[in-house]
């Protein structure tokens, strides 16, 4: 018994070993650790648990080899805050071949040099742990490292070292920082690497060609970066490559034809270099990549004619060619193109439709932005029996429906900006995007409409000819965030349950219809409305007290219709961008603007053209911070009036976002919606769809204002127009005007301003429009290259004005003619021209659906599209 008992024991301590008991000095350092970390133990889900009494292999995210070593340790999302940062616990853990801290948050601290002394080290984890600043070298002269993950640490900076000789390198994901630079040549050093992440870095410079020495990459991602030069042909060449992603660069050049490529040699499955300035023709190797099952060339620049068939790679899903110079045809013969699932030909001057009958399982086609003209054949609706749920032919010139037709249960159908006319038909069932914008379509809006917009987020009708009432079962349409049924002719009142019901709806625009009645007064306690547009009808009443239940209002504008009321203060909310109360019955004075704290982003205020009353010189303009600020604001220069709905994960590859069939919609798209703002300027109304920041006017023009201007107009350092004019305005006017540097309009005829014209204002050489007619004004006009170009009318009705323009003898001894390029006439044309210009590229956007679908697909178009109209701005503000 005795022996037996000692047996026993003996074979305890010789076999537990071979279990790989804790050693002490392990355990200590592991305690140590644990003691020394900052975690929070209420989310702690390992730590927590580490327990003195216990065999430290055993805890939860230890492990040990036979030697009781520990080698791995696993501390990702242990809500980790610090404490590594000199910690010998840890670097003293010398066995260590594991390492993971990722999903901490290390709030913004270096990545410690001291994990260098873990030369045993293979897998390294840090991925979203706050990691900041550059990285140890020493770190990444681990001999025996086999996989590096620094992704997702957005203030990691600093250029990479170069790479040693045979670095056992097989995985480097770096993506999502901002690590800078370029590549280095010694990546080639790197034999071993199969994974290269470094998407969505800032790195910069050409493609080493020496990485065709990488011939076990598979997976090579440099999307999103400022990569430069052309794509070296032997980026398409390695032979284990798996996955190509070149997109967002700014390579640019052809693609070389590599005609001894042998087919079956390469591995490629997915080839996405969209986004960048690739030109020439597409090269006809890319069909012989026998495994290919994505290929994504859009936005560029190619060139030439496509035809359809010839792409014959057999595994092919994706086929994205839009937006790049191509002329893609296809023969009416039944296509012999792969059954593909996404199919993108936006802007690929297409004629006619491919011909896509037999594609037995395509979900996402996107023809827009083409030339098909006709019905839409009623076989799109049957191909692969249904299978299709996203389908675009936004920017076409379609006009009807072949019939019969019987749409499927699709989610996202775009056809704005055609020639469809005849009745709306009815959205598809369970749709979540309706685009019908910009067509002609009569009659009325079906009565059940609801019964098919029940999941749909987004509603369009507008720009039609759409009459009778809005039905009030669009209520039961409760997922609505945006809705539009502006332009059209639409009657009746507002139904009271829209603004009830509807509590998730963000833009409700009705402007531009014939609706009358009053504004119900039952905005919703949730309301989350950001822009309202009930311009251009004929609504009267006041305004509802309940819409201060909309926290969250940027836009207001209920211009041009009977509202009679006094001025809505308690609207005044540091949210409110822009008010419209334009040509309205609106009266009283603005007396309550005094207790107003702060309108911190107030941009365009219009309130012209009403009854307002009473003096303005108290308004203390120092408090519309949108109006001073705006101008040391140029970061925020794409900061525009933009409402984003749905901004869960930004949709940065279409294969990520768009790669499986039952994808919620409303969950992958950042939608930009612009709301429209007329604004009146140089004697025209200009439709702005697009305000920019830094766009910011005052109109108090038509009223009965009475006082003085105050002082204080001159901090509105950012302000681009003001219009006073029509008033009873009386006093100077104020020498701080000169502070306006950005004033482009400045109109404030027809009152009685009197003293003389500030020199300061003749300094204000940017002024492009300048109206001081009909006032008391008198002395002599200030002398300015830029004064001398106005004309004289812009100071008649001014008895006591004398000097140039107005005295006759200007013209005459030479000191009014204007210096070449600044004839008023020329000044005014070419503005007025630049307005058209931007009203035509914008108008481009207005359409709602082709700003979804291309800043869905596109990064490179929403940067092009900024960018232009901010060219656009500059030109017509060139100070800017
Ligand atoms: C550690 O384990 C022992 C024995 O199971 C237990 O009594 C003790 O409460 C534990 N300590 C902690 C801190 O969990
Ligand atoms: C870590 O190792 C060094 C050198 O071996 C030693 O001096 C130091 O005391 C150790 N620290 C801890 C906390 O064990
Ligand atoms: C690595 O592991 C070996 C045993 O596998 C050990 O001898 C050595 O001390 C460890 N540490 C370093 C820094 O190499
Ligand atoms: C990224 O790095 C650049 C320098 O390379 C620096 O100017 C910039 O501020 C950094 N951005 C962030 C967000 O850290
Ligand atoms: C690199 O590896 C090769 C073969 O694996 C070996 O012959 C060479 O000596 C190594 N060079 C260095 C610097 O370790
Ligand atoms: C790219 O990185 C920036 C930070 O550097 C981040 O804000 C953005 O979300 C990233 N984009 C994607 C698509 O992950
Ligand atoms: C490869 O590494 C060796 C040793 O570090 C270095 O001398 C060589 O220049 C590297 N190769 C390249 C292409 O940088
Ligand atoms: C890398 O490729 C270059 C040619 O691109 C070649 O000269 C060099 O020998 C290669 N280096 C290695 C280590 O294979
Ligand atoms: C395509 O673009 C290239 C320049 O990249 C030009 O030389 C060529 O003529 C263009 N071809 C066609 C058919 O437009
Ligand atoms: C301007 O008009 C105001 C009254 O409206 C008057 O008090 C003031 O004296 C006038 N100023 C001049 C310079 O005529």
Redesign the pocket.
Known sequence: MKTLFCVSIFCITCILPAFSQCLDDQKSLLLGLRNSLRFDLSFSTKLVHWNHTKDCCNWDGVECDVFGHVISLQLDDETISGGIENSEYLFNL??LEKLNLAFNSFDGIQIPKGLS????LTHLDLSYAGFAGQVPHEVLRLKKLVSLDLSNNVLLSGTFPNFPENGSLRTIVLSNTNFSGPLPDSISNLTMLSTLDLSNCSFFGPIPPTIGNLTELTDLDISDNNFIGSIPSSAFTLPSLIRLQLSDNEFHGQVQELSNLSSSSSSLQELDISSNNLEGPVPKFFSKLEKLRRLVLSSNKFNGTVQLEMIKNPDLEVLDLSRNDLFVQSTDSDSSLPPLMELGLASCKLQGFPNLRRQSRLWDLDLSSNQLTGEIPNWIWKIGNGSIRNLNLSNNLLHGFQKPYKFPSLQYLDLHSNQFHGELPIPPMFSSFVDYSHNFFTNSIPKDISIFLSHAFFFSISNNSLTGEIPPSICGATDLEVLDLSDNALTGGIPPCLLNNISRLGVLNLGRNNLSGTIPDTFSVNCSLRALDLNKNALKGKIPRSIVNCPGLEVLNIGNNRIEDTFPCMMMKASLRVLILRSNKFYGGLQCLKAIQEWLNLQIIDISTNNFSGGISFLSFSKWWGMTSADDNKQSKYNNLHYVYINQRPCKYGYICRGSSNLDLSSMVEIYYQETVKITMKGLERQLTRILLIFTSIDFSNNRFHGGIPYSIGDLKSLHGLNLSHNELTGPIPASIGNLRQLDFLDLSVNKLNGTIPVELATLDFIGFLNLSYNRLFGKIPESPHFGTFPAASFEGNLGLYGCPVDTSCFMNGSGVSPPGFQNGEVRLKKEIDWDYLSAALGFAVGFGSTVWLTLHCKRWREMFLGKVDQIYLKFFPRW
Do not use: A, D, I
Not at 117 to 120: E, K, Q, S, V
């Open positions: 010398s066995y002394n873990l030369g045993n």
